[in-house]
């Protein structure tokens, strides 16, 4: 498996804006919480402070989400022929059915390795990554074990069970008889933890992506991290 990380720079990049984005949503309803502690007031979140918690959450895992796309449209040389084979060819249907030459008469002019690229990039840019499956069959797709990931899916899995809850149920019971789950401190600091945890699932995507020259040493950096013990706890 060979790649160039310079590649990846732009949504590493952007990844990380988009954590610090995350995080600066936190510090608003942490700072509110010091303020009032500071006043000797109540130090209970305010409802307005619970929904930025909320907002916070899905926005952590869109920013985890767009990332893993854009790089797994990146790296299409890494797909095997099984993997190919369930794509569907690009400008088509949905999923991967068997199509004739006439299929293939929008693409002439376009060799076999830019239909490839094509079809994988329209395929990866409608995928979501919503459970700990979607995460295994990407490791899986892209040959990667999945050992130095381990550590990290509780945490996902938590991450993109509140995000379901709130997108699709404003955060409220499924019958809709009780009012929003209230945050508590332990909330924000269990958001911060996850917030370690997406980048450092990315950083050991990136090192196993690396090439092999450099791949062994950035996998033992990110083991050493004291972000990745963090993450880990």
Sequence with gaps: ???????????IERLQRNVGRFYALLKQVTGAQKE??????????????RDILRASVVFLHAGFDDYL????????????????????????????????????ASHKGLSVNEVITRSVREH?????????????????QLRIDR?????FFSDTDWLMTWRHRIVH?????????HSPIEFGGKDVQRLIRRGSTIT???SFLNAHLAPDGLREKLLQHARMSPLGEHAKR
Excluded: H, W
Aim: hydrophobic content about 35%; overall charge negative.
């Design 1 to 11: 498996m060979q790649t160039t990380l310079s590649r990846f720079t732009p949504f």
């Design 36 to 49: 009032r502690a500071l006043q000797g007031k109540d130090a209970k979140d305010t409802e307005t402070e």
């Design 69 to 104: 796309r854009e790089i797994a449209k990146l790296v299409v040389g890494l797909y095997t022929s099984e993997v190919l084979n369930e794509i569907p060819l690009c400008g088509g249907a949905n999923r991967a059915t068997k199509f004739s030459l006439g299929n293939l």
């Design 124 to 140: 990866f840019q409608k995928r979501s990554f919503n459970k700990r499956e979607d995460l295994l069959d990407l490791l899986t």
């Design 147 to 151: 050992a130095d990931f381990e550590p």
């Design 169 to 177: 149920q404003a955060d409220c019971d499924e019958d809709g008889s």
């Design 200 to 202: 450092m699932f990315a």
